[in-house]
């Protein structure tokens, strides 16, 4: 089968006030419709790899925070909080270094990461390292039925209750339940409201830390410990 197509062309070579001419093309169907169906082809894979990466931007991004760590008004460190969500993936992750020095000085290093898989922790580890010594050292591992929890000089525990908020997820989101898990102590902790976007968390060794948000995440927090009061304010 033959179709006819006319089409107007200007003559080249002629000034543009020139009347243009009909110019009669015969082409063959069969190539037409081949290339229809190419363009076709074409265009929905395009379209299949535009929809793709689309996908991938919406579940797929990284936050990141940072704190100024203050004591008695003064800058002593830093503290860097992190999440990155890929898919049904999200990693929490905390690093902190501070310097306080009263009689004797206290170097504090700390370390968490946490991941989740489907709106629970799957596992995590926690280091924390003071004066160039660890002191204390938690890992977390789901088994798929239970927590297995190792803890330095301290025997191994397990834990049967699902666990989907913990203090690395703190910083950024508000807690939704009346306890929370520490990746650090292995355990839960209570948490309750105290006013509109404030919370205070007790530790297992009593000492409490409060946590105030803006806008759903965590923009300063007030930690009461034994020796001293340390304060994280959000810089970023």
Same mark, same amino acid.
């Given at each position: 089968?033959?179709v006819?197509?006319?089409?107007?062309?200007?003559?080249?070579?002629?000034?543009?006030?020139?009347?243009?001419? #009909?110019?009669? *093309?015969?082409?063959?169907y069969? =190539?037409?419709?081949?290339? %229809?169906?190419? $363009?076709? &082809?074409?265009?929905?894979?395009?379209?299949?790899?535009l929809?793709?990466?689309?996908?991938?931007?919406?579940?797929?991004?990284?936050?990141?925070h940072?704190?100024?760590?203050?004591?008695?008004?003064?800058?002593?460190?830093y503290m860097?909080?992190?999440?990155?969500?890929?898919?049904?993936?999200?990693?929490?992750?905390?690093?902190?270094?501070?310097?306080?020095?009263?009689?004797?000085?206290?170097?504090?290093?700390?370390s968490?990461?946490?991941?989740?898989?489907?709106?629970r922790?799957?596992?995590?580890?926690c280091?924390n390292?003071? #004066?160039?010594? *660890?002191?204390?050292?938690?890992s =977390?591992h789901?088994?798929? %039925?239970e927590? $297995?929890? &190792?803890q330095?000089?301290?025997?191994?525990?397990?834990v049967k209750?699902?666990?989907?908020?913990?203090?690395?997820?703190?910083y950024?989101n508000?807690p939704?339940?009346?306890?929370?898990?520490s990746?650090?102590?292995?355990s839960?902790?209570?948490?309750k409201?105290?006013?509109?976007?404030?919370y205070?968390?007790?530790?297992?060794?009593?000492?409490?830390?409060?946590?105030?948000?803006?806008?759903?995440?965590?923009?300063?927090?007030t930690?009461?410990?034994?020796?001293?009061t340390?304060?994280?304010?959000k810089i970023?």
């Amino acid at each position: 089968m033959l179709v006819i197509v006319r089409t107007t062309v200007p003559l080249i070579g002629f000034q543009p006030y020139i009347k243009h001419f #009909n110019l009669t *093309v015969v082409v063959s169907y069969m =190539v037409i419709r081949k290339l %229809s169906k190419t $363009l076709f &082809k074409i265009n929905k894979r395009t379209f299949i790899v535009l929809c793709g990466l689309i996908s991938i931007g919406i579940s797929s991004y990284a936050q990141e925070h940072i704190y100024r760590v203050e004591w008695k008004g003064d800058s002593v460190g830093y503290m860097i909080a992190k999440k990155k969500v890929q898919g049904p993936i999200t990693n929490y992750s905390i690093e902190s270094k501070s310097k306080i020095s009263m009689i004797l000085s206290f170097e504090v290093n700390s370390s968490y990461k946490s991941q989740y898989e489907n709106n629970r922790l799957s596992n995590s580890y926690c280091k924390n390292i003071l #004066n160039q010594k *660890v002191k204390g050292e938690t890992s =977390v591992h789901f088994n798929g %039925s239970e927590y $297995l929890i &190792k803890q330095k000089d301290e025997e191994d525990q397990v834990v049967k209750k699902r666990i989907t908020e913990s203090i690395a997820a703190l910083y950024f989101n508000e807690p939704k339940l009346n306890e929370i898990f520490s990746e650090n102590h292995g355990s839960f902790c209570p948490i309750k409201k105290i006013e509109d976007h404030t919370y205070e968390l007790t530790k297992p060794d009593k000492d409490t830390t409060l946590y105030y948000f803006e806008n759903g995440e965590c923009v300063h927090v007030t930690a009461h410990m034994g020796i001293a009061t340390i304060k994280m304010i959000k810089i970023n």
